[in-house]
């Protein structure tokens, strides 16, 4: 565990490069940030969702100007996704507090995430934004707010918006990535201050750390906001289907890892 005094330091450091990594992958640095808090901050096992979620909080806002800026607000879709992510991380959050509150099963649940996430990530290319031509696979809107549910669950147990998740298949399905790009930050946004608000609430009554370690993620979401800038700029120059590769690879490793230290391999 490091010193008080350089945690944030490492922290904003750290998300910096993750985020500068992840983004040009597709994807967001959220993912990375439960094991490295574990592994190197040393936050404690139930804070970490919520200071996961925080990190959203902090890093999602410039990009959701910038849309607004553009014009780009999601529209009808972003409402969508936010009435299944919603409920969806509210469920999470107290599933995470009340029934998955060991650091052992925390452990497990970063691996039964990541393993598959790094495979998709290594096996697949990113999906193509727009195919002349092709027509789109409307996802009828019940379907569509039971998967933001499960995302948001998803979300409130682990501490990741849902975007990551969300916008590929809707991308995949044939929808405009315009849409889809900020319609999924929206989601990702409002789930995670949400989610927020659901442990901070949680900790009033419930033993242990369970709020946000509030100095750690304002710092993980300074860099990972930083870090995605810079990551957005030189996109075009990196080649994005091998970093995409490499970056599964690294994931499912990571997940491996912990699915070794918690026993569940022996």
Same mark, same amino acid.
């Given at each position: 565990?490091?010193?008080?005094?350089?945690?944030?330091?490492?922290?904003?450091?750290?998300?910096?490069?993750?985020?500068?990594?992840?983004?040009?992958?597709?994807?967001?640095?959220?993912?990375?940030?439960?094991?490295?808090?574990?592994?190197?901050?040393?936050?404690?096992?139930?804070?970490?969702?919520?200071?996961?979620?925080?990190?959203?909080?902090?890093?999602?806002?410039?990009?959701?100007?910038?849309?607004?800026?553009?014009?780009?607000?999601?529209?009808?879709?972003?409402?969508?996704?936010?009435?299944?992510?919603?409920?969806?991380?509210?469920?999470?959050?107290?599933?995470?507090?009340?029934?998955?509150?060991?650091?052992?099963?925390?452990?497990?649940?970063?691996?039964?995430?990541?393993?598959?996430?790094?495979?998709?990530?290594?096996?697949?290319?990113? $999906?193509?934004?727009?195919?002349? #031509?092709?027509? +789109?696979? /409307?996802?009828?809107?019940? *379907? &569509?707010? @039971?998967?933001? !549910?499960?995302?948001?669950?998803?979300?409130?147990?682990?501490?990741?918006?849902?975007?990551?998740?969300?916008? $590929?298949?809707?991308?995949?399905? #044939?929808?405009? +990535?315009? /849409?889809?790009?900020?319609? *999924? &930050?929206? @989601?990702?946004? !409002?789930?995670?201050?949400?989610?927020?608000?659901?442990?901070?609430?949680?900790?009033?009554?419930?033993?242990?750390?369970?709020?946000?370690?509030?100095?750690?993620?304002?710092?993980?979401?300074?860099?990972?906001?930083?870090?995605?800038?810079?990551?957005?700029?030189?996109?075009?120059?990196?080649?994005?289907?091998?970093?995409?590769?490499?970056?599964?690879?690294?994931?499912?490793?990571?997940?491996?890892?912990?699915?070794?230290?918690?026993?569940?391999?022996?």
């Amino acid at each position: 565990m490091l010193e008080a005094g350089w945690t944030a330091v490492v922290a904003l450091a750290a998300a910096y490069v993750i985020a500068l990594v992840t983004t040009p992958a597709g994807i967001s640095g959220a993912v990375l940030l439960p094991p490295f808090q574990a592994g190197v901050l040393g936050t404690p096992s139930l804070a970490i969702t919520p200071t996961n979620l925080l990190y959203n909080v902090v890093a999602t806002p410039g990009a959701l100007y910038r849309y607004w800026r553009q014009g780009q607000t999601g529209g009808r879709l972003a409402l969508v996704l936010i009435a299944g992510t919603l409920p969806g991380v509210i469920a999470g959050s107290v599933i995470r507090v009340e029934l998955l509150p060991s650091e052992d099963v925390f452990d497990v649940v970063i691996a039964v995430i990541l393993i598959p996430f790094g495979c998709w990530l290594a096996l697949t290319r990113p $999906p193509a934004a727009e195919v002349p #031509g092709r027509p +789109a696979r /409307v996802i009828p809107v019940p *379907a &569509l707010v @039971a998967l933001a !549910v499960v995302v948001g669950c998803i979300g409130g147990i682990y501490g990741i918006g849902g975007g990551a998740i969300l916008a $590929p298949v809707l991308i995949g399905s #044939g929808q405009r +990535a315009p /849409v889809v790009a900020p319609a *999924a &930050l929206a @989601a990702t946004f !409002v789930t995670s201050v949400a989610g927020v608000t659901t442990f901070t609430l949680l900790s009033l009554y419930h033993p242990g750390a369970v709020a946000p370690d509030w100095s750690t993620g304002l710092a993980l979401g300074a860099g990972g906001l930083a870090g995605g800038y810079t990551g957005a700029r030189i996109q075009g120059r990196m080649p994005d289907v091998q970093l995409r590769r490499l970056v599964g690879i690294l994931v499912i490793a990571i997940g491996t890892g912990y699915l070794w230290s918690a026993g569940v391999t022996r």
